[in-house]
């Protein structure tokens, strides 16, 4: 079974600053990593995903993310950040073997931008 | 435009009544999904269903019901048996279920379900 942890409940950041939102996860097996974003009263929209291949991840809206295997931890990025990026992450995983797609999400982080 | 239409938006239940949210997509999908969501908590699996007229038991599925009758639809029943019911409930759908990017989620806007 997975569990993913994402340490920080909240972030609060001024506006340009940079941004870091921790994500690790404890698996037996491989996984595919995620990275979604809630705006208030709205559903998930991807930012990011980690399937295979380069370990630094780019996505929508400037967010990058790297996949640490040593130190099971998959961190989003954001170099500066702005008013719009206010919203909920969740990061989710899942596991590479089975034939569902089950996805296990972290507690979610809420990043605060303000001026 | 493609996309998982859920409706309505806001849904109110009175006590001892069964309540259906409705989960519609046009991505041509083959798999369903229905999370429930309450703060502090991140996203919790109720049902899935991986191929019309199939569907499994998620992670929180007592007091819960589901159909899949149609490809592109999978309504939630939220039966009086839910004694909490109220939360927000996010649909989603991929292309299918096995390894590889098809098997990303995409997910609708929601439905808030409160008890009146």
């Known amino acids: 079974a997975q569990s993913v942890t994402q340490l920080d409940s909240q972030v609060p950041v001024f506006e340009e600053a940079p941004v870091e939102l921790r994500c690790n996860y404890s698996?037996?097996?491989?996984?595919?990593l995620f990275w979604y974003v809630q705006y208030p009263n709205q559903g998930l929209q991807l930012l990011l995903k980690?399937?295979?291949?380069?370990?630094l991840v780019k996505g929508i809206n400037g967010f990058e993310a790297e996949f640490n295997k040593s130190q099971t931890s998959f961190h989003l990025r954001k170099p500066s950040v702005h008013i719009s990026d206010t919203a909920e992450y969740f990061c989710a995983v899942s596991d590479m073997n089975t034939g569902f797609q089950k996805l296990v999400f972290g507690t979610g982080t809420r990043l605060l931008v303000s001026p | 435009d493609g996309g998982i239409t859920q409706s309505p938006k806001y849904l109110f239940r009175k006590e001892g009544q069964n309540v259906t949210l409705s989960c519609e997509q046009n991505?041509?999908?083959?798999?369903m999904y229905w999370y429930r969501q309450d703060p502090g908590q991140g996203l919790r699996l109720i049902y899935y269903?991986?191929?019309?007229?199939?569907?499994q038991k998620g992670d929180i599925a007592e007091g819960y019901s589901v159909s899949r009758e149609k490809k592109e639809s999978f309504p939630l029943t939220v039966t009086s048996a839910q004694k909490n019911p109220t939360a927000f409930y996010l649909c989603?759908?991929?292309?299918?279920?096995?390894?590889?990017?098809?098997?990303?989620?995409?997910f609708g806007a929601g439905t808030r379900l409160s008890v009146l």
């Open positions: 698996s037996s097996v491989s996984v595919y």
């Open positions: 991505l041509n999908h083959d798999a």
């Open positions: 989603a759908s991929s292309m299918g279920t096995g390894k590889g990017a098809k098997n990303i989620q995409y």
């Open positions: 980690y399937l295979s291949g380069s370990t």
């Open positions: 269903s991986q191929i019309v007229n199939d569907f």
